[in-house]
């Protein structure tokens, strides 16, 4: 499978670069994968698309300031982008600058002495001088790490907005974007209505925009994110199963928890690391339904949605979508999706 037919036209306009001035006032786009038919709605009537008895499941990792700003000891500007904390003093992220430091290289990160210990693929591992951990520079001197395509810096407003309203768990570097349309409103609301709703984990790296440089889908080698599927959620989904409900993902990354959580034909406590690339040809397990944002060309996310949904009705509605003017990517607007025959 080549990578590029995963590929599709973008208006650089259509990427969103504010969110709305609600939570909730993004547009939805519906599609049918068992019929590839689509339909215009608006977030605010998700509820429309829902039923009694089904289970929305939602990842409640929150960001971190994980951006920071520093020089290499010859004078060079680094940007540190932090993907993992190792311990006290040392952590793991991606730099970039106009040369790849060496290990051994001294920075000063958010004024503060450091030096690369090594390096594997992408990452960098990096030690702080004594006396710094990389939580409390990430909370003093970090920044909110908006993704590459929008392309301002991060205002105040961002500290909110790039957040989910029920983000409770420190240590992801990108929103699960999915989640952002909800207020805590319409949470309530929905329970009320009869919506089951539970929560997992998955800590998103910056390896979610990672382009797939490949020319085949199968040669991709996937980044690996942290996850925690805990027993209660694997209750509800069997209580919602019973009952004749569906399990509704909000977001890749649920997707992506869940169906690690559940490659044995079933979900089951899960807590650890996944690097599970679901392309075309994936049989879902848990996964009945997900809300999604529209994402990049090319990418393992889009992937991951036509794996779940039919290629060809992926691409087709997402060309509808940009003929409508749409909004894309992490602040844009959202779709709700069911699979296509075959896809479980």
Request: hydrophobic fraction near 40%; charge should be positive.
């Amino acid at each position: 499978m080549r990578v590029d037919q995963f590929h599709y036209a973008l208006p650089e306009a259509q990427i969103a670069q504010y969110p709305t001035a609600r939570r909730r006032d993004s547009r939805m786009l519906v599609l049918d994968g068992s019929t590839g038919a689509v339909q215009d709605s608006l977030f605010a009537r998700i509820g429309a698309q829902l039923r009694p008895g089904d289970l929305l499941v939602l990842n409640d990792t929150r960001v971190v300031r994980a951006r920071l700003r520093g020089r290499k000891s010859t004078g060079g500007a680094v940007e540190v982008l932090v993907e993992r904390i190792l311990d006290e003093q040392r952590f793991v992220a991606r730099i970039r600058a106009s040369t790849a430091p060496r290990p051994g290289t001294l920075l000063t990160i958010g004024g503060v002495e450091a030096a690369v210990l090594g390096r594997q693929a992408d990452l960098f591992e990096i030690r702080l001088a004594n006396g710094h951990s990389p939580a409390s520079l990430m909370q003093s001197r970090g920044e909110v790490p908006l993704p590459p395509y929008i392309r301002r810096a991060a205002e105040r407003a961002d500290e909110e907005r790039y957040q989910t309203v029920y983000a409770t768990r420190d240590g992801a570097v990108a929103a699960p974007t999915a989640g952002l349309h909800f207020d805590e409103d319409m949470l309530r609301k929905l329970e009320s209505s009869g919506v089951e709703v539970g929560y997992l984990t998955l800590h998103v790296g910056a390896g979610t925009f990672r382009p797939v440089r490949c020319e085949r889908v199968e040669d991709h080698v996937m980044h690996r994110e942290r996850i925690v599927v805990p027993t209660a959620i694997c209750r509800r989904i069997a209580r919602a199963r019973a009952s004749g409900g569906r399990v509704v993902a909000v977001g890749t990354t649920c997707v992506r928890a869940l169906e690690t959580a559940a490659r044995s034909g079933e979900a089951r406590p899960y807590c650890g690391e996944t690097d599970l690339f679901i392309y075309p040809g994936w049989r879902f397990n848990c996964v009945d339904a997900m809300l999604t944002n529209f994402h990049l060309p090319r990418s393992t996310l889009l992937m991951l949605v036509c794996a779940f949904a039919g290629r060809e009705n992926v691409l087709r509605a997402y060309a509808y979508a940009v003929d409508q003017g749409y909004r894309f990517f992490s602040y844009g607007d959202a779709m709700f999706v069911t699979p296509a025959p075959g896809s479980r």
